[in-house]
Structure formats: C-alpha cells, structure tokens
C-alpha cells in the first residue's frame, strides 16, 4: 500500500483523500513553469489543485506570490486546505471548491472579484478522453476531460490572465498539438514547450508548455529526459533539487 504523505523539503503533501495522488507529472509543472519575472504580490492560479501540491511548489519558488487552488472534489480541497495550512505558506495560500468555468462566471458578472484576475496559471488537466469512463466520479473527475474539456481551459484561462500573464501546463505529447490550436486561437502564443522523455532513446511521453497572452513572444524550445541508466538525471536532479529529498 503506498504511504498516504509526501514529504517534500519544505512541506507534506497528504493525499489519501484526493482521486489523484503525488505524481511526476505535478511535480514537473510545478518545478519548471517559467514564471520568472513576476510583477510583487502577484496572484497565481492553480486549476484542479487536488492535494495542493502545485500551488505549494509555487508558494515556495516565489515568496512574495499569492496562491489560489481550485478544485471541484469537495474531499479533495478539503486536504489541500489541511496541506497548505500545514505550510511555511499558509498565509499566502488558499484552497476554494469551485470549477474553472464557475470562477469565470463570477469574474465575468458585473459582481466580479477584481483580485480574479491573475498574473500566472498552471494546470495539470484531466486528458483522457475515452467514452467508457470510470464508476468512481472522483477518478473520473481528476482523469477525464469530460469535466474540463480542453476548449473551455483555454477560452477560461486566458480571459482569467492578466495581460502579458503566462499560462503553463503539462499534457501527454499526443495531445498537446490539438491544446496548442485551441490555446492559439484564445490569443495564448507558445512561449516554451519542454517534450519530456522517461529515455533519451524513448520517443517523448509529456509536454510541459508555457503560453502567454501577448502576440509578440520569443519561442524556444526545450527536451528534459528524466532517467540515465536506471537513475534520475542530472538535468532531472537539478530541476527538482529544492523539492525531492535527495
């Protein structure tokens, strides 16, 4: 049975009540989003933040951010808020149980919280999108499109960004190009796309991607390769080695 804590450096993540658990993948988007230059105070979104441990990774790399999480699992806010207030950055994270689209209706309404407005978002998505679908609505929910359909992420996120914000996520490769037209046409412009190999002779498994809500950007590209024989990387080890206790 797999422990139902992480410990990372600075924080414990416990995740025995969320649908999906501590991950490479979460781990990766919260280590790489390039997010450097972020104006003082600025606010982050995390969108389906489960256990909390994005919004955690990025209350720790930038220490004057304001972190929100969201998530539709009741169960699963219910742990980040127990994860963040257990924190060295409680005081600057939040956990709140809503949906993405519900957000942006109330940013939209003529009520709307001004401070719904962000400088920088990450999102680890639900991907799959298989028409026979999990009994377990939670799986379901954390797993499947069928709750955050990829057009929606787009269309939400970049009216949601503050201009010139930065919008980072990680998705299978196979998927990635279909997200990259969807983020295109909502006036998100690629501004790095890291493909993720598990092998340097292994075709790429993951794409982590940071798009940004201006037509003027720079694009380059980048490749991380997680193992060299049957050990994590050195490029792997560096960009993890202020969260895994190496």
């Known amino acids: 049975m797999s422990n139902s804590y992480f410990q990372f450096k600075q924080f414990t993540i416990h995740h025995e009540h969320c649908a999906m658990k501590v991950g490479t993948d979460g781990v990766l988007l919260g280590a790489w989003a390039p997010f450097e230059g972020l104006p003082h105070e600025a606010r982050l979104l995390d969108i389906g933040t489960g256990s909390g441990l994005i919004a955690l990774m990025l209350a720790q790399r930038y220490p004057e951010a304001q972190v929100l999480g969201i998530d539709i699992s009741e169960d699963a806010v219910r742990q980040a808020e127990e994860n963040l207030a257990a924190s060295p950055f409680a005081a600057r994270c939040i956990a709140r149980c809503t949906s993405l689209q519900s957000l942006m209706?109330?940013?939209a309404s003529e009520t709307g919280d001004a401070k719904l407005r962000f400088d920088a978002i990450v999102c680890n998505p639900p991907f799959f999108e298989e028409s026979l679908l999990p009994p377990d609505a939670g799986r379901r929910d954390a797993r499947h499109t069928v709750s955050l359909?990829?057009?929606e992420l787009a269309r939400d996120a970049a009216r949601l960004l503050l201009p010139d914000g930065r919008f980072?996520?990680?998705m299978p490769r196979a998927a990635f190009d279909a997200f990259h037209l969807q983020c295109f046409s909502e006036g998100l412009s690629l501004e790095v796309r890291c493909n993720v190999k598990t092998t340097a002779s292994k075709a790429p498994k993951?794409?982590?991607a940071c798009f940004r809500k201006s037509m003027d950007v720079a694009r380059r590209d980048e490749e991380l390769v997680l193992m060299d024989n049957g050990q994590?990387?050195?490029?792997?080890v560096a960009l993890t080695r202020d969260f895994y206790l190496y």
């Open 105 to 107: 209706q109330h940013a």
């Open 149 to 151: 359909p990829f057009d």
């Open 206 to 208: 993951r794409t982590l």
């Open 232 to 236: 994590r990387s050195a490029d792997y």
């Open 168 to 170: 980072a996520v990680v």
